[in-house]
């Protein structure tokens, strides 16, 4: 036995296409947009300065490092010269 739904009371008024007006975006929404753009981008850059500087200071202190511990060591004289030249 076969269950007949009714049929739907509501208009086809309660779903209107938006209007030219709607469709288009407000100067505020779009300003907002490039804003929140604006700030992403810049972070990222950022970050990857702050992650390329942080490299470059470990890579530095390892260089020391290795210059320091060459002092007492005879065997890396060589590696002394090269970063005292810096």
């Avoid at 290795?66 to 004289?77: C, I, L, P």
């Amino acid at each position: 036995m076969k269950q007949q739904h009714p049929k739907s009371q509501t208009t086809q008024i309660l779903f209107q296409e938006p209007t030219a007006e709607e469709m288009q975006s407000k100067p505020g929404s779009v300003f907002s947009n490039i804003c929140a753009i604006l700030l992403i981008a810049s972070s990222v850059f950022a970050l990857v300065c702050m992650l390329r500087s942080c490299a470059n200071e470990a890579e530095t202190q390892a260089v020391q490092a290795h210059a320091y511990n060459a002092k007492f060591s005879k065997t890396d004289s060589a590696l002394v010269q090269v970063v005292e030249a810096r």
